[in-house]
């Protein structure tokens, strides 16, 4: 998921991205790597492509750590919040979602790898996290049902922070597989806890689910590309919605972000 957005970005403040990476092909990217093996090694290759072509932050444009560095935080956020989980001796976490949610660390973590490499040493620190959100959630590592839910907002807020615009990434095919496989990965975690929490795999209209209602606000919109889709189609308000899901801006992302850090 994040891999895509962070490459649009880089290719929106500079053009030159394409050529930059040029020298990295798809065969070269590939190459080595199985089918199965392309998902999690892909943010390690392309921590090292990115920086060879820019350096270690040094050569990064002012708009692009920006950028890296928004995500970067969210990252954190998600790799601590799971870490924190595998941690805590009173979470029970079912038997049948343990490796599940081990994956999901897994994964969350790479990418703060791969944003820290990128970044050197631009990359912002980790800041102190709060998991119960000032009290929301104070059994979040204690509840199952809490670790689950909190985890819902942490993901369904990331599928719709770095929803990215793939066609910027159209002269850069392995990029754009590589970025795809990772955003596809998120979407994923996040359907699957959704349906933990014995939801629908995707936000029907804009239900909160026992989450704030900022992480879901705009997901009720029927119209796209200007088209009232219910019209077009004759399906549901509820089924229209379904079907598509809708961006979040930095700000809206930060605020929703901003419950979570330590005070």
Known sequence: M???NILNDL???????????????RRGLFSSLTRKAVAAAAPMVMASALTSAYGQGSGLPGNVVD??????LLEYAESDFYNRGAASSS??????????????????????RLLKSV?????????????????????????????AAVSQAFEDTGVRAYKGQAGNLRNAPAILEAALNIHSVE?????????????????NDNQATGL??????????????????????????????EAFDEPLS?????????AFLAK
């Open 67 to 72: 950028v890296l560095n928004f995500a970067l």
């Open 91 to 112: 979470l029970m976490v079912p038997m049948e979602y343990r490796e599940m949610f081990a994956q999901i660390r897994k994964h969350e973590n790479a990418h703060v």
């Open 212 to 241: 704030p209602q900022p992480i879901y606000d705009g997901e009720n919109t029927t119209h796209q590309l200007g088209i009232e889709i219910i019209g077009l189609t004759g399906k549901s308000r509820a089924e229209v919605t």
């Open 119 to 147: 970044l050197g040493s631009q990359a912002i620190a980790m800041p102190r996290f709060d998991f119960t959100a000032g009290g929301a959630f104070p059994d979040v590592f204690s509840n199952f049902q809490t670790y």
């Open 250 to 258: 930095k700000d809206q992302v930060l605020a929703i972000a901003g």
């Open 187 to 203: 979407a994923r975690h996040a359907a699957r806890i959704r349906m933990v929490r014995g939801n629908k795999g995707w936000i």
């Open 2 to 4: 994040n891999l895509q």
């Open 11 to 25: 290719e929106s403040v500079d053009g030159e991205i394409t050529d930059r990476l040029a020298h990295v092909s």
